[in-house]
């Protein structure tokens, strides 16, 4: 079922209280939001200034017909590219316009230039993020573009076609003097995360190190959507991990909290990539790293990565099925 949807209000601080007391009084209420931005426009994390309007004069490109030729014969008899993504995220990634209907951001953005790329029509499917995988391995769903980190448990049933970094980054108050560069830091503090993520096994791994070495276990605390931005506000929680994108973008809006920290999200061995997520062996990915090459060689994909403020998680190429970050 796709997580319910939002209105936009500004950024101001009295507007986010109010943003944020309505999400406590949600309950089950996890849908993104761009409670944090302005309707008519927002500031990036590189200073841009964001297009939050429906009319989004999205960044296309040329469709190229030797890599058109690679998509499976049932998809281009049916024209269409059925993208599922959550938005349980918030900008920029993957959010409601101010029309409250219009998906926008990098992920539909990239998923556009795909399908131009492609010749096919993009058909978005939000749901909640469990649903993304249930949906791709029913064959409901031809791809996945979620902010998806490549794992090596991920690659036994699925293939993956890399388009960004993964970089996870560590929100908490202003003035909170608190430093993350790794477990030790977080010894005994109370940390939000979301489940069924990479950050939370992250967390967990920190946390079983921290006992290892005779210190505090971490204490985390489980948030879906934006819930987490009251328990920073108030106090609840010292911290929150996520994808940096989104916590960096929050951070330019209110300015009432910081990044302090910022870690690989394939772990401290391997380079951690999000990436296009197809069933395995259903014959899309090579179309998919084909296109994503595409786009990253002809320029159209860095002008989205800067008109999102992402500028600094681009990859050179996209690769398929890379080493993932390992299994526990």
Known sequence: MPLPRRALVTAAAAALAAALALTACGGASSGATAELAPAKGSTAPNGAVV???????????????????????????????????????????????????????????????????????VEFNPVSWENIFVGLDSGKYDVGLSNITVTEARKEKYDFATYRLDVLGFEARKGSG????????????SVGVSSGTNQ??????????????????????YFQGTEFYLALSSGRIDAYVGPNPSLAFHVAQTGETEIVGTYSGGGADVLGKIAATTRKGNGLVRALNEAL????????????????????????????????????
């Open 200 to 221: 939370e096994k992250l967390l967990i791994s920190w946390s079983e190190e921290n006992t290892r070495n005779g210190l505090k276990p971490i204490d985390i605390k």
């Open 51 to 121: 297009n939050l309007t429906a009319e989004q004069n999205r960044v296309t490109t040329a469709k190229v017909d030797a890599i058109a030729a690679l998509v499976p014969e049932e998809i281009r008899r049916r024209g269409t590219l059925a993208v599922v993504d959550s938005l349980g995220t918030t900008p920029p990634l993957d959010f409601y316009a101010n029309d409250d209907r219009t998906i926008i951001g990098v992920e539909p953005d990239i998923a556009t230039l795909v399908g131009n790329v492609l010749g096919l029509k």
């Open 293 to 328: 090459n595409e786009v990253i060689r002809n320029g159209s994909y860095g002008q989205v990565l800067k008109r999102w403020g992402l500028d600094n998680e681009a990859v050179p190429t996209s690769e398929v099925n890379p080493p993932g970050l390992p299994k526990q």
């Open 178 to 189: 608190l430093k993350v560069a790794g477990a030790k830091d977080l010894a005994g503090r």
